[in-house]
């Protein structure tokens, strides 16, 4: 039986200014102008958003109705005929800006928005007199006491696009504040933004008709009119959204959304300072007398290609160890794979994802294919599975689940924080650190319980009976993992409604190895396959990376752990890094410079002079995305391709100095290198995907000892963000104390008599740091937070670096970093 066809609706015909016009029902006048290419002049109407109708100048004629009509509001109707552009229209709306005008500068000739301002464009084409009405000034005070955003309430028109945008977005900061003449749009409280809990997404300025929000970082570098635009795409998190730059000459000089409406987090509307930052490399250096000196190109080359190759003569495979940065095009990541395995000899590839997010990506990859539900699917969603940090890693996330919860998906929310999510959430359950998995598989537990296994979907999986099996071993009740019975039946009864469309999102970095399998196992057991997983990463290019970097850089073992990957690396004689500076972003700093020191050569090739690039023998600068053709990898596993947009200040991309790198090495000995050629095996490559169910194994130590301090890896509100490399230091003025502190309750914090901001000393088995406290009432007792990138993670995690949790001690600070392994 074939099902019926789903009727579309009839189209409304109607004519607009003499021409036929064909709408679906429900498109309003102005929709349907602007299909036919006429543009009615408006300043609170904004396609995606909900029409207000409160500027008043889309006013149009329509036949057989009295008056004029606001052309957002009303919607088509059969046989219509509407007129846009009479003398009485256009008198109309000149009386509508000549009011604005009234109470707006005249400060056209400074204005940043100068050539973009809708009110500017409209005042000339309609002829408006600036000197109709007397002029006052509102008085309003500038904002622009952050990096990113300048706020003038002088400039803004009411028209409230800002505010709808940033309620649809889900951040809800802005709103009309005061009344009458004071009315303005403002923070809560009428606070700064910076103080307000804004996330400066930058929605706002995107959608702004005038110069009332501005970017700060592009102020006085284009006007309109010299600028031009170029796609590309932002490789600041795993989300890959598309970005316009917008261009002057050969210069980043803003970033915006495709669409109006479309999303960009802070990182993709204001991280391109990046590209044109004063501290870019623009020449190669070679140390000469221990100094790094600028070079020609070809020097730096031949003394790159030559010095590694001395060290795989004298010490064979393996000798030579590389570093490949995760924010890399997928062809840059396979150009330095041919470099290191064909030219090097070596398959000893590390990455921040070494020491976690490779095995999640790995498991993933064995039972999917890497094939993902895409942000739209988290959007269409009618319940969502969400696992701790993912939406601070991938802020996309957060404006998709919000426009979910908007259609009324229900959400249940895993981890330890009472943040948004926590409050959005239809059941939120709160694991002990460590317990996570625990807690998934208690719901798969509960649903076998409900449902019987004769109704599930995952039966049809061949291993279903040892997952079976190990459900049976799952515990009752809440044996240290901090959740109760009736919280995990409650979220079991959501998540497995066979009606509903289910989405489980976790971050690949963000969890652990148990709570990835255990989240997909529940997801397979439900019948949700790999469109029912949004596994996003913090990091660009990890899908299309996840080949190029072989099980965590020590060959078959892929969750190696941090000593393991740091015993590896310090038996490396020579080094090519390339975009990643792993002496501030591998975890043990001190151990990791030292391995770079005692290096007989180093090759750096980055955007900037990292620490790691000021300790290398040749150091060549990087191209950056919008300077290169290429790719990435999204969730979907789909390539998002870009165009080179830009030359690179060094006039050189990625792909070419690998290639340049490539030709200088020789070839390889006849019948390879007899001492040992390295395997060719990949990740990906050993086996084809098939759904099946993983095997969980549960590391529960802070289930069993309840007592202590935790100390648990938690991305900081800007992501991470705080390691030096891409000068994107502007951004840590969103954190308290610059990003350098840990989170407790503040029972934690009375009882051990610490306030906040104090200053503490953090000790764990593996280390301690000196950072500051901040209280918050999110915060359980016994849970400690510390964003993963910092100093402090790095120093006191260990080997449980970068997730945790780690069990610490904090007491007042009196003393520097170092080791006493104390505890
Ligand atoms: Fe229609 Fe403002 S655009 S009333």
Not at 179 to 188: E, I, S
Not at 296 to 312: C, S
Not at 316 to 321: E, K, L, P, R
Request: net charge neutral.
């Amino acid at each position: 039986m074939t099902a019926p066809a789903t009727k579309e609706p009839a189209l409304i015909t109607l004519t607009i200014d003499g021409r036929q016009a064909a709408a679906a029902p429900g498109t309003t006048v102005i929709e349907a102008a602007a299909a036919l290419g006429i543009d009615i002049p408006h300043l609170c109407y904004c396609p995606e958003l909900p029409s207000t109708g409160s500027c008043r100048l889309c006013l149009v004629e329509i036949e057989g109705v009295r008056g004029l009509v606001v052309a957002c509001k009303r919607e088509v109707a059969p046989g219509m005929v509407v007129r846009t552009n009479s003398a009485e229209i256009r008198d109309a709306r000149r009386f509508v800006v000549e009011l604005f005008l009234s109470r707006h500068p005249r400060g056209c000739l400074t204005c940043e928005a100068s050539g973009r301002c809708l009110l500017q464009r409209y005042a000339y084409e309609l002829g408006a007199q600036h000197d109709r009405f007397p002029y006052e000034d509102p008085g309003f005070a500038v904002d622009d006491a952050n990096p990113f955003i300048i706020r003038d309430p002088n400039l803004c028109v009411l028209c409230g696009r800002c505010i709808r945008i940033c309620k649809l977005q889900g951040a809800g900061i802005l709103d009309f504040i005061y009344r009458g003449l004071d009315t303005k749009v403002g923070t809560p409280w009428d606070r700064p933004l910076l103080q307000s809990g804004c996330d400066f997404c930058g929605s706002c300025v995107g959608v702004c008709p005038t110069g009332a929000l501005t970017e700060k970082p592009g102020r006085g570098r284009g006007r309109e009119w010299e600028l031009r635009k170029a796609p590309s795409v932002c490789n600041l998190c795993g989300a890959a959204c598309a970005v316009d730059l917008h261009l002057k000459d050969n210069t980043v000089v803003r970033a915006s959304s495709p669409r109006p409406t479309g999303f960009l987090c802070g990182r993709g509307r204001f991280g391109w300072t990046r590209f044109s930052h004063p501290e870019r490399l623009t020449a190669p250096m070679v140390r000469k007398g221990g100094v790094l000196e600028p070079v020609e190109w070809e020097e730096a080359l031949e003394a790159a290609a030559r010095g590694l190759q001395t060290v795989w003569r004298k010490w064979g495979s393996g000798a030579v160890g590389g570093v490949l940065g995760t924010d890399v095009s997928r062809e840059t990541g396979h150009g330095f794979l041919e470099v290191m395995r064909g030219g090097l000899q070596t398959d000893r590839i590390y990455s921040t994802l070494s020491f976690g997010g490779l095995d999640v990506l790995c498991d993933l990859q064995a039972v999917s294919g890497g094939r993902y539900a895409a942000l739209a699917d988290v959007a269409a969603a009618d319940v969502l599975l969400v696992i701790g940090d993912a939406v601070r890693r991938a802020p996309a996330l957060w404006a998709s689940i919000n426009r979910a919860l908007g259609r009324g998906a229900k959400l249940i929310y895993v981890g330890p924080y009472r943040g948004r999510l926590a409050r959005a959430a239809g059941v939120w359950l709160r694991p002990r650190p460590g317990m996570t998995a625990v807690v998934l598989q208690r719901m798969a537990a509960a649903l076998l319980r409900e449902d019987g296994k004769a109704r599930l979907p995952g039966r049809r999986l061949d291993n279903f009976a040892d997952f079976l099996a190990t459900l049976d071993t799952v515990p009752e009740g809440d044996p240290g993992s901090g959740v109760s019975d009736v919280d995990v039946s409650a979220a079991a009864g959501l998540f497995g409604d066979p009606a509903a469309r289910a989405v489980t999102v976790f971050a690949v970095d963000g969890v652990d190895r148990s709570t990835a399998r255990a989240a997909v196992n529940l997801a397979l057991f439900t019948g949700r396959g790999e469109r029912g997983l949004h596994p996003v990463a913090a990091v660009a290019n990890a899908y299309g990376l996840i080949g190029t970097v072989p099980r965590g850089g020590t060959g078959r073992d892929a969750t190696p752990g941090a000593e393991n990957i740091l015993s590896a690396m310090e038996r490396h004689r020579a080094w090519y890094v390339l975009a990643e500076d792993p002496v501030s972003s591998f975890p043990d700093p001190e151990r990791v410079r030292h391995a770079m020191e005692k290096a007989d050569f180093l090759v750096v090739q980055d955007m900037f002079l990292t620490p790691t690039a000021a300790m290398a023998d040749v150091v060549l600068p990087a191209s950056g995305i919008p300077e290169e053709n290429g790719s990435i990898t999204d969730v979907t596993g789909n390539p998002v391709r870009f165009r080179q947009a830009v030359t690179a200040p060094a006039e050189i991309t990625n792909l070419q100095i690998l290639m340049e790198i490539a030709s200088r090495l020789e070839p390889r000995p006849a019948g390879g290198d007899e001492r040992r050629p390295p395997g060719k095996e990949s990740p990906l490559a050993s086996s084809p995907p098939k759904a099946m169910f993983l095997p969980v194994g549960i590391d529960g130590a802070a289930g069993e000892d309840s007592s202590g301090l935790w100390l648990v890896g938690w991305a900081s509100r800007t992501g991470p963000l705080f390691h030096p490399r891409l000068r994107l230091q502007d951004f840590t003025v969103l954190e308290p104390y610059g990003g350098d502190y840990v989170s407790l309750a503040p029972e934690d914090g009375a009882a051990l008599g610490l306030e906040e901001g104090t200053e503490v000393m953090v000790r764990s088995p593996s280390g301690r740091a000196g950072t500051r406290v901040k209280l918050d009432e999110g915060l359980e007792r016994g849970v400690v937070l510390v964003s993963p990138d910092t100093p402090l993670a790095r120093a006191v995690m260990g080997d449980r670096w970068p997730l945790g949790p780690t069990p610490i001690r904090l007491t007042p600070a009196n003393g520097s970093q170092g080791r006493d392994g104390d505890r």
